[in-house]
């Protein structure tokens, strides 16, 4: 499939079938370019004499006005244009966008007195921005934004702890567009302050060809094994998934390659594609990126980015091992084998081609955990040596002299330009009392002197692997990277961050209600009185010191799975940890991990049919039905379904607790035996097919890992050493007597 074919099939999966001519589709790449360099620009050198309101409202703005240009009023109308309604809603967009700038000190704003032309621009703000979730996001998110808001008006007539009286047109208003706790409150946030420059970031990465780099990788590491091709897609699909944020377009890039190579060793269509439907979609556990939730994490939370992801590492990584063992079982059931040597490239001459494109993921892995710079000026520095190493490596190789002149006036630009920013924002100052205006000021433009040594170090890294490629003059991959793929990395970028945007947008929404009307508070009480009331009717040896909060959270996983049904991940996320994780905070679990709780339901859900669009792209690609796709994905991604009840009772693998190294290993040893021994239940194999005796004993060993005490785990470790010994032993008399198999 053509890069121009998959970008029409993820945008189509995500509800847009315009299909515009150059003008109009100029004028869409000038709003997503502008959106992407406005944030490119922000996470490098900071505001641009803006405050922070402002910076919100024209991410928002940009955002909805994108999404008015590209997704139609519906499906299916196969436009060639965009239609004037759809660009008078754009131009509506942009004013209230700058009425919303110019009121946010307004006296009537400060003061909490909004007037009547305030009131009436909230509302139709209010109104577009759900229009634009409809749109881009679908109409689950919509109508339980409508829920909300119809609770915060019929509040009064609402039963027992549901009833508040604070249903007021005007508070509604004011409350969730002109104050911080509603459309630009934390969601909206942390996606302009974060979540955009790692999108950006993951886009101009796969622009380089990354992505078919991990799959070659992943494929030369795994395919040689049973089962192989599947095995390489669920680690190609991680690394991808943990940098791209979007699990329908990592699907589609990924899976264009390895559904076919499943297929090929026998693999059933629609396994191959719930294969890569769950590879994808727990990309969104995987850090650094995290599908968007680790930085809306650091605004809910307060606890910082860094210790998010290293929370996150362990549980992350134990989720493709559960995914893994499923692909292994089944693959040993239906006896699959792997990929013959010849089929799979040189890992050491892929490496030269195009390993540099692994460095960027170590220079933001460096500032990350080894710096502990911020997360913007970590993913700005990692951007800027990544485009120049894209666009000097082929150039170095084909035309090493010019390019070598270019690179010396690339670096001495750079390296001046410390000292000439200064000068050319006099000038820019001066230009003030020439027209005017007071447009410019002295720190217009900005600087940081690190941005040399990106430079510098790009234009090394570049040259010595174009000097390797020289030498090698192996030529099977086309690796030249230009003007036209890196601008299309920027543009595809603004694409993908659309349903996130807006996704946050709404949430907020959803936020104002529940803070505004004080059922958040409320809540809490509800699900703990419901809790008391399931535990007083159950057995006394049911109960234990956990009973309370093992209720609790089997609750949450329901919350999740329904929210999960029609949500995106980010937004599922949001809407949980905004009402379900105080609640299990307050019942005495750490915050860090009664969000990691319901974020893990969350991506699980977004597994669930029948609204998956992972499914739907992996279906497409492998000629099977979506909902059985979506089921089989569901089922591959099931083996972590344990996996947040093992950290959720022993948080030692979230590396929170003042657990010893042994302890620690102990506990990843034990939760990854616990799901390898789920994932055979649920594949009703290990190394020969169970009888329902084994299967019981399966299923038990991995409930008993879960309270992760030494009695539980020692009963639980002789469970399963008996439990494979048996299948050792049914397997050779399988194999000498051939007849009873």
Request: glycine share 8%; charged share 15%.
């Amino acid at each position: 499939m053509e890069d121009k074919e998959q970008k029409k099939l993820i945008q189509e999966l995500e509800g847009s079938d315009r299909e515009l001519g150059k003008k109009m589709g100029r004028l869409v790449s000038f709003v997503a370019l502008s959106l992407a360099f406005f944030h490119l620009y922000v996470a490098g050198f900071g505001l641009p004499g803006i405050g922070s309101r402002t910076f919100l409202v024209i991410h928002l703005i940009l955002g909805v006005i994108l999404a008015f240009l590209i997704f139609p009023i519906k499906k299916g109308l196969n436009q060639k244009t965009i239609p004037w309604y759809d660009l008078c809603l754009a131009v509506l967009t942009l004013g209230i966008g700058v009425y919303l700038i110019n009121r946010q000190t307004a006296e009537a704003i400060m003061s909490a007195r909004p007037t009547e032309v305030d009131l009436l621009v909230g509302a139709l703000f209010v109104l577009i921005v759900i229009e634009a979730t409809r749109r881009v996001v679908g109409l689950p998110l919509v109508i339980i934004a409508a829920i909300f808001m119809g609770y915060f008006f019929l509040g009064q007539f609402m039963p027992g702890d549901f009833y508040h009286n604070r249903g007021d047109f005007s508070r509604f208003v004011y409350e969730i567009v002109y104050r911080s706790n509603g459309i630009f409150g934390t969601p909206i946030y942390a996606s302009a302050q974060f979540v955009f420059i790692f999108i950006l970031f993951g886009a101009i990465l796969e622009s380089t060809g990354a992505g078919k780099m991990f799959i070659d990788l992943a494929i030369r590491g795994f395919g040689k094994y049973k089962g192989g091709p599947a095995k390489a897609s669920v680690v190609a699909s991680g690394m991808m998934g943990s940098i791209s944020g979007s699990s329908t377009a990592n699907a589609v890039t990924t899976g264009t390659f390895t559904i076919p190579l499943m297929k090929k060793v026998g693999f059933p269509s629609h396994v191959a594609g719930g294969v890569e439907v769950a590879a994808s979609s727990s990309g969104q556990f995987l850090p650094p990126v995290m599908g968007a939730a680790a930085f809306i994490m650091v605004e809910f939370t307060g606890i910082p980015y860094y210790e998010i992801i290293k929370s996150a590492f362990i549980p992350a990584i134990l989720a493709y091992v559960g995914i893994l063992f499923m692909v292994h079982f089944e693959a040993g059931k239906h006896n699959i084998s792997g990929m013959e040597r010849s089929e799979m490239s040189s890992a050491r001459k892929l490496l030269m081609k195009q390993g540099y494109m692994l460095v960027p993921i170590l220079i933001l892995l460096y500032y990350l955990v080894i710096e502990r710079a911020s997360v913007n000026a970590s993913a700005f520095y990692t951007i800027i040596a990544m485009i120049v190493i894209a666009l000097f490596t082929y150039r170095f190789k084909e035309r090493l002299g010019r390019t070598i002149l270019y690179a010396a006036i690339l670096l001495a630009l750079t390296f001046a330009m410390q000292y000439l920013v200064g000068y050319l924002n006099q000038g820019l100052v001066a230009l003030n009392d020439v027209f005017g205006t007071r447009v410019f000021n002295t720190q217009t433009i900005r600087w940081r002197d690190s941005i040399f040594t990106m430079v510098l170090g790009g234009i090394l890294v570049a040259f010595l692997f174009g000097i390797f490629q020289r030498s090698m003059k192996h030529d099977k991959v086309k690796s030249e990277y230009g003007t036209k793929e890196l601008l299309e990395g920027f543009d595809t970028a603004s694409r993908n961050a659309l349903s996130i945007i807006v996704a946050c947008a709404t949430a907020g929404i959803l936020i104002g209600v529940i803070t505004t009307s004080g059922l958040s508070t409320k809540f809490t009480r509800i699900v703990i009185e419901f809790s008391d009331t399931i535990e007083s009717s159950l057995p006394t040896f049911m109960i234990t010191d956990n009973t309370q909060i093992y209720i609790a959270l089997i609750l949450t996983v329901f919350a999740c799975l329904l929210l999960g049904l029609g949500l995106p991940t980010t937004a599922t996320y949001v809407v949980l940890a905004a009402v379900i994780a105080p609640v299990l905070t307050n019942l005495g679990l750490p915050i860090i991990v009664a969000h990691l709780f319901v974020l893990y339901y969350g991506v699980l859900a977004d597994d669930t049919p029948p609204i998956n669009l992972p499914a739907y792209a992996t279906a497409g690609i492998a000629n099977a039905g979506p909902i059985r796709t979506g089921v089989q994905g569901f089922k591959y991604d099931s083996a972590a379904l344990l996996l947040p009840f093992m950290f959720a009772i022993n948080p030692t693998i979230l590396l929170i607790t003042d657990a010893t190294v042994l302890e620690m290993a102990w506990a990843v040893l034990t939760a990854a035996i616990g799901m390898a021994t789920f994932a055979s239940f649920i594949q009703n194999y290990m190394l020969t097919r169970y009888n329902i005796v084994e299967r019981v004993v399966a299923v038990a060993t991995a409930l008993l890992f879960i309270q992760s005490s030494l009695m539980t785990d020692g009963v639980a470790i002789g469970l399963f050493i008996l439990l494979v010994a048996f299948q050792y032993y049914k397997k050779k008399k399988q194999q000498r007597t051939p007849e009873a198999v």
